[in-house]
C-alpha cells in the first residue's frame, strides 16, 4: 500500500494536470467502487469542475467546485490519466494491463478537454466516495498529525508518545489514528536513523531520542518524496516511474543481510502485524 511519499506523489502530479478540468462525463462499470453507488455517482458529478488535487494521510482528495471526491488506492487501487495523448500513472503496475480501458477498470472521468482519468483496480479494494466538504472533513479530521506539517512538534510528538503507555514504539508511528500516513517502511526507517528499537515501549524514549526520532521521520520522509516515493513490488508513480527511494533504504525488505553502517546482520521481527527490521547493534 502506497504510503505518505508514495501518495504525495501522486497528488503533486495530478494536480498539475487536473487542477481546473471540468468532468464532461463519466462511467461506472463496478458500482461497489464508487459512493454514491453507479449512477447517481454519474449523475452529481457531470459538469463539476476539480480545483485542486489535496491529500489526506494515505487519501486522494479531488476538490471540487460541488463537493469532494475522496480516493483510497487500497492494496492494488490505480490512477491512470491520458494528458494530451501522455500516459500518466499513479498507483500500482497491474501486469499485462497495458489499455486503456481494460478488464480492471472500474471508473473512468471523460473531461472537456479531452483527458481521461481511469481508476483501475486488480482486488477492487480501493474506493471512490463523492460527498460533500462537511462530510468529507468529518472522516479526514479522524487522522492524526501530518508528519510534514506545521502542527508536527516536537512537544506533541512527544506528549501522543507519552501516553502510549503500553505501545510499542512502531506500533504508535503506524496508527493513522495518531500520525497519518507512515506505514511499514517508515516507520522502519525512521527509526533506524534515530537509532531506536521498533519495539521500544514508546513512553521508554528519552528527550534525545524523541528529538532524534521527531527529526527522523520528517528527514526520511522528505528525502523519499523527493525520490518519487519507493520501488517495492509493482508500485510505480504518477510518470509511471519506480521511485527511487528504494535506493536509500536502510533496513526496510533486508532482513539476514549486512546493516549499511556497523555490518552487523539485520534482525527481522514481526510488530502491529507487519514485517520488522532493524539492526541489534545501531538501535538500542
Not at 486522494?60 to 460541488?66: C, G, P
Not at 481508476?119 to 466516495?129: A, P, T
Not at 525512521?190 to 524514549?205: E, H, K, M, Y
Not at 539485520?266 to 527490521?277: E, I, N, P, Q
Request: net charge positive; aromatic share 8%; charged share 25%.
Amino acid at each position: 500500500m502506497p504510503e505518505l511519499p508514495e501518495v504525495e506523489t501522486i497528488r503533486r502530479d495530478l494536480d498539475a494536470k487536473l487542477r481546473g478540468a471540468r468532468v464532461r462525463q463519466v462511467e461506472v462499470r463496478l458500482a461497489k467502487i464508487t459512493s454514491p453507488k453507479g449512477r447517481e455517482f454519474v449523475k452529481k458529478l457531470r459538469g463539476t469542475r476539480i480545483r485542486e488535487v489535496k491529500r489526506r494521510a494515505k487519501l486522494l482528495a479531488l476538490v471540487l467546485n460541488k463537493g469532494i471526491i475522496l480516493i483510497h488506492l487500497k492494496m492494488t487501487g490505480q490512477l491512470v490519466l491520458r494528458h494530451h495523448q501522455q500516459i500518466i500513472f499513479g498507483g500500482h503496475t497491474i501486469v499485462g494491463a497495458h489499455e486503456l480501458p481494460n478488464k480492471y477498470t472500474h471508473v473512468i472521468f471523460y473531461f472537456t478537454n479531452g483527458d481521461e482519468l481511469y481508476f483501475n483496480d486488480l482486488r477492487q479494494f480501493g474506493y471512490l466516495k463523492l460527498m460533500t466538504s462537511a462530510a468529507a472533513q468529518k472522516i479526514l479530521d479522524e487522522y492524526g498529525l501530518e508528519p510534514l506539517s506545521r502542527d508536527f512538534t516536537l512537544e506533541k510528538f512527544a506528549e501522543i508518545l507519552k501516553k502510549r503507555r503500553s505501545g510499542k514504539l512502531k506500533s504508535v508511528l503506524m496508527d493513522q489514528s495518531l500520525f497519518a500516513g507512515i506505514g511499514n517502511i517508515y516507520a522502519d526507517e525512521s527509526c533506524f536513523l534515530a537509532r531506536v528499537r521498533p519495539a521500544r515501549r514508546a513512553p521508554s524514549l528519552n528527550r534525545k531520542e524523541l528529538r532524534a526520532l521527531w527529526l527522523a521521520i520528517k528527514s526520511v520522509l522528505k528525502l523519499s518524496i523527493k525520490h518519487r516515493g519507493t520501488s517495492f513490488n509493482t508500485y510505480v508513480d504518477s510518470q509511471g516511474q519506480a521511485g527511487n527511494f528504494v535506493k536509500y533504504l536502510k533496513v526496510y525488505g533486508r532482513g539476514g543481510e549486512p546493516c549499511k553502517v556497523c555490518g552487523t546482520i539485520l534482525k527481522r521481527t514481526v510488530l502491529a502485524g507487519r514485517g520488522t527490521v532493524y539492526c541489534p547493534k545501531c538501535q538500542h
